[in-house]
Nanobody, 126 residues
Framework: EVQLQASGGGLVQAGGSLRLSCVAS????????IGWFRQVPGKEREGVSC????????FYADFVKGRFIISSDNAKNTVYLRMNSLKPEDAGVYYC???????????????????WGQGTQVTVSS
């Protein structure tokens, strides 16, 4: 059974930082793109960042480039999202997601996912 366990959300002031974690199980970690989407009420879920742990390829949405860093610890089947210089518009529910590499191309992981974890709430106060 595929499981994606997200954690690390919370309340932070604008300009601050948070680190999200996603622990994956039930599939071959380095054969997937694993990443993060976010959603706010009334808006569609949007891709934030994803990584291919097997080849360490990383992908970012334009609105987080230079501020967020995605990384993985393959020994722990865990993907991290370090979020720096947070803005109020970064607030939302962040979802961990997984997409098999064999059937998709790079950057597809910012737009699609086959598996979803539960969300973790990020709140940024101004």
């Amino acid at each position: 059974e595929v499981q994606l366990q997200a954690s690390g959300g919370g309340l932070v002031q604008a300009g601050g930082s948070l680190r999200l974690s996603c622990v994956a199980s039930g599939f071959t970690f380095d054969s997937y793109y694993i990443g993060w989407f976010r959603q706010v009420p009334g808006k569609e879920r949007e891709g934030v960042s994803c990584i291919s742990p097997g080849v360490n390829s990383r992908f970012y949405a334009d609105f987080v480039k230079g501020r967020f860093i995605i990384s993985s610890d393959n020994a722990k089947n865990t993907v991290y999202l370090r979020m720096n210089s947070l803005k109020p518009e970064d607030a939302g529910v962040y979802y961990c997601a997984a997409l098999p590499r064999d059937y998709y191309r790079d950057y597809d992981c910012l737009y699609e996912s086959d598996y979803w974890g539960q969300g973790t709430q990020v709140t940024v106060s101004s």
